[in-house]
């Protein structure tokens, strides 16, 4: 009984840690497009989740997810800042 009720816990944290980074990799993007810098840094520690949730065995979608949408937010923060000095100098 004590076991059955231990090993849910342990999924239920790696989880949160999976969609924790999910949820940063798609407000990361949102801001990558509006405030870069504010949009890399969410990338980055999206990016860091995902990797965590990945290596405590949970391989889910949602870790892998998470980690995707961290660098396209990282990509596009990137992008936005090189066009914003392209356009500005």
Do not use: D, H, K
């Amino acid at each position: 009984m004590t076991t059955e009720n231990s090993i849910p816990t342990a999924r239920r944290g790696q989880n949160g840690l999976a969609i924790a980074s999910l949820v940063t990799g798609i407000v990361g993007i949102v801001f990558a497009v509006l405030f870069a810098i504010v949009g890399l840094a969410l990338g980055v520690v999206s990016v860091a989740l995902g990797a965590v949730a990945r290596r405590n065995g949970t391989r889910s979608g949602q870790a892998t997810a998470g980690l995707v949408t961290g660098v396209v937010a990282i990509v596009v923060a990137i992008g936005n800042m090189v066009i914003a000095y392209a356009i500005l100098t």
